[in-house]
């Protein structure tokens, strides 16, 4: 064609109209496919657009960073939509044109259908651009958010993590505290810093000017501030107020904050608890892990692998030792200072514990004891001993004597009412023949307060007791030889002094054999709802005494310690103290607004105690009947009470599940102690106050330590509420009673049960032990009282009588009597 048109150039001109005639032919052809193909893709984008729109600019998803870039992708949107509907319309309009004109349109191109889709596409991209934009943004933005919540989740975590390890060591901690408490349970046999309040107590108090002076004494300081002496010894006879130095030293010891003291005070009287070298070690390691909880690891070591049988039969020396020994080197008891007094008292294996303390060249040791050549044989290996010899220090003790006089004289002066001429008399007679001896002093001032020396007798009196102990023990043997049963009184002594032991009266009884022919009289009293108290013959059953008086229930009955009196307390809102051997009604007591639940005398008889649903405690002047002190604070109804035997502390249950400690004179609460469930049944003192045992509808009997409010041991085994609690005279056993309908006699220290006494038809509401432990009387429901044989569990006696339940039973023990004089 090129070559035609070289050739005929004037050709070019019809060729060129002919090429455009073809093209504006050609145009209504191809316009229509154009449109055809064109509404096929605007159909296609438009509805992918429309959901597509939904999803990128829905306000709810967006982030105000991306709010500017989804504004302009919303505009750009809209003018793609303007240019899709823009074509659908000009396309629906072409369908009702007539085919001349839609064929002219489409020859000339007007409608440009392949243009107006162009345009489309072209804002077709100008939208995928900003939508690539938008989401590269959004991406972004959710990212940075995606890795703020990661940060906040991994802190969270991490957050989660450190408290289930800080849960996780809280449960092992409360579970390692749980076994440190289970081991110091099973450890303990007496508390130290309980035994100290009880003796200063029993002794009138501490008088700081009494014991001063070995403070300032030259040894006592050179013990002190000399690192390598290991053994301060103080020594002296009987009397002198060894116990009492050892105190004020523990007071002072302990208002110094360089050092540490822990102490053990050993006694004779007090059993095995009280008076072996293993028993020694045990109350001072207890000390020690309770002031310093990390030491009781070192009890862990072998109670974890043997548990209580570890301490079983007062545990074994050689163990015992061992931890002891573990334990005083310890780092944290480089300041410590270890107290025994009376090793003299240690009457049970006491070479042992002279050797251990001899040994031990680390720790630093105060002793006391009486002038006994085994002492100081035994403490002759220490390398560094300090003596401080009491009779050697005669001016320092006689003027500590002095003071102590001058306290005693003031006291009888207040209590007896003494004039100012027989207080300097008494004063002076004191001061002049005490001979530097405490417990001559103490002896005088006890008969000199004693309700019978009448105000007139008082100088008679004095003069009657000889200067000196040893004259003052004298002219009680004099006096001894004197009576009728001077034989029976000297095999009495003589058995006392030669058994390697201190015995119960009971031993007592087989060892002296006059004592096996005495008569003994036991006495059982028991109220009832039938509204009476009745008193039987223990040993024969028989019914002595039927006491009516009370217009309801009869719900608690107690004797006084000497048997002369005994109360009752009663749904009729009264207490009555009766004449025991008359049976006529002494005085009625009137004051509470509720029924009495629980009546107890003190151990002098000379106050009573009730407790009432009126949730208060009664203290009332058992001579006169005035009532002295109310006590309230319990917030539901008091169900038992009980004075401890020194007649300082009282203790009431509740209902409210707890135990109250009182100050009995002062009426000020000591103590609240909680753990029970359910309401407090029963509550008894020890017979040395320092322990105390509750009853509970729990089910179950606490041991708790009286002072510390610590709770030792919970005995379980009953299947029904417990009732009623009463512990030995000796504190080595306690009795329970229990609506399963029978009685359990536990170990008080191990809190293992010994026996299970079961033959009562009905539930036991009240349990109680003889003195010398060896019987016990239940009372119950099905109106009877059983007497028991506790070490074989045989039922020795069923007394009936009662027309209705038996409430609480007290037993009076006399067995024999030795005159007040002697």
Not at 82 to 89: D, H, P, S
Not at 96 to 116: C, N, P, V
Not at 141 to 152: E, I, K, P, V
Not at 351 to 378: A, Y
Request: hydrophobic letters at 35%; glycine letters at 6%; a negative charge.
């Amino acid at each position: 064609m090129d070559r035609a048109l070289r050739a005929a150039p004037e050709a070019a001109v019809i060729w060129a109209t002919v090429c455009l005639g073809i093209e504006v032919l050609k145009n209504p052809i191809t316009e229509a496919l154009e449109n055809r193909q064109g509404i096929q893709y605007v159909l296609g984008r438009t509805e992918w657009y429309w959901d597509l729109t939904s999803l990128l600019l829905d306000e709810n998803k967006g982030h105000t960073t991306t709010v500017a870039l989804r504004d302009t992708l919303e505009k750009n949107i809209t003018q793609l939509f303007e240019k899709l509907l823009l074509y659908q319309i000009r396309s629906i309009c072409l369908y009702h044109r007539s085919q001349a004109i839609t064929a002219l349109r489409d020859t000339f191109l007007i409608d440009d259908w392949a243009g107006q889709l162009s345009d489309i596409k072209e804002a077709e991209k100008a939208v995928l651009y900003d939508m690539e934009q938008y989401n590269a943004q959004e991406i972004q933005t959710q990212m940075h958010q995606l890795n703020n919540t990661t940060s906040a989740l991994q802190v969270s975590l991490g957050n989660i993590y450190a408290a289930v390890q800080s849960q996780a060591a809280q449960q092992k901690k409360r579970h390692h505290d749980d076994k440190d408490n289970e081991c110091l349970r099973d450890l303990y046999t007496t508390d130290p810093r309980t035994d100290k309040k009880d003796i200063q107590d029993k002794k009138g108090g501490l008088l700081k000017d009494s014991y001063k002076w070995i403070l300032e004494h030259k040894d006592f300081q050179k013990f002190r501030n000399e690192t390598e002496s290991q053994i301060l010894w103080i020594k002296g006879d009987a009397g002198k107020g060894k116990t009492m130095l050892l105190c004020g030293i523990i007071d002072e010891l302990e208002l110094d904050q360089s050092t540490s003291p822990y102490y053990f005070f050993c006694q004779a009287t007090g059993g095995d608890r009280l008076s072996t070298a293993t028993s020694v070690l045990r109350g001072l390691i207890y000390h020690l892990a309770c002031c310093n909880p990390q030491l009781i690891r070192h009890v862990r070591r072998k109670y974890d692998r043997t548990g209580e049988k570890l301490f079983e039969n007062g545990g074994t020396w050689h163990e015992v030792r061992e931890i002891a020994t573990d334990m005083l080197k310890d780092p944290c008891l480089k300041n410590a200072i270890l107290i025994v007094d009376a090793l003299d008292e240690c009457t049970v294996d006491r070479n042992c514990l002279l050797d251990f303390i001899t040994e031990s060249s680390t720790t630093k040791w105060i002793v006391s004891s009486r002038n006994w050549p085994d002492i100081e044989e035994g403490l002759n290996d220490a390398k560094q001993k300090v003596k401080i010899h009491l009779e050697t220090n005669q001016h320092s003790v006689s003027a500590a004597v002095d003071s102590y006089i001058k306290f005693k004289v003031d006291q009888l002066a207040q209590d007896r009412k003494y004039d100012d001429d027989t207080k300097i008399a008494v004063l002076q007679h004191l001061q002049s023949n005490a001979h530097g001896t405490f417990l001559w002093v103490a002896l005088v001032c006890q008969e000199l307060s004693s309700e019978e020396t009448r105000k007139r007798h008082i100088l008679a009196k004095l003069k009657s007791f000889p200067p000196g102990l040893d004259a003052l023990y004298g002219q009680m043997l004099e006096q001894i030889a004197k009576s009728q049963d001077a034989q029976l009184y000297k095999d009495i002594i003589a058995n006392t002094l030669v058994v390697y032991r201190p015995i119960t009266l009971e031993e007592l009884h087989v060892l002296v054999e006059p004592l096996k022919d005495m008569d003994t009289e036991e006495r059982l009293a028991s109220g009832s709802w039938d509204k009476t108290v009745k008193i039987w013959d223990a040993t024969s059953g028989a019914c002595l005494q039927t006491l009516e008086g009370h217009d309801e229930e009869v719900t608690s009955v107690i004797f006084s310690t000497d048997g002369q009196r005994l109360a009752s307390g009663s749904w009729d809102k009264t207490v009555k103290i009766w004449d025991a051997t008359s049976g006529s009604c002494l005085q009625t007591l009137k004051g509470h607004d509720d029924w009495v639940s629980s009546v107890v005398f003190s151990i002098d008889g000379q106050r009573l105690a009730s407790g009432a649903d009126d949730s208060t405690v009664k203290i009332w002047d058992a001579t006169s009947g005035a009532c002295l002190q109310t006590l309230k604070g319990h917030g539901h109804y008091v169900t038992s009470v009980i004075f401890s035997t020194d007649g300082q502390r009282l203790a009431s249950g509740s209902r409210d599940k707890t135990v109250k400690i009182w100050d009995a004179t002062s009426g000020a609460c000591l103590q609240t102690l909680e753990g029970h469930d359910k309401e407090v049944t029963s509550v008894i003192f020890s017979t040395g106050g320092q322990r105390l045992a509750s009853g509970s509808l729990d089910k179950t009997v606490k041991i708790w330590d009286a002072t510390s409010g610590t709770c030792l041991k919970t005995l379980e085994g009953h299947d029904g509420d417990v009732t009623s609690v009463i512990f030995s005279t000796e504190g080595q056993q306690l009795a329970s009673g229990s609506r399963d309908k029978t009685v359990k006699i536990w170990d008080a220290t191990s809190g293992a049960c010994l026996q299970t006494l079961e033959g009562h038809d009905k539930e036991v509401t009240s349990v109680t032990f003889s003195t010398g432990g060896q019987r016990l009387a239940s009372g119950s429901s099905d109106k009877t009282v059983k007497i028991w044989d506790t070490t074989s569990g045989v039922c020795l006696q069923t007394l009936e009588g009662h027309s209705s339940r038996v409430t609480p039973a007290v037993i009076l023990h006399v067995r024999y009597q030795i005159p007040s004089d002697n």
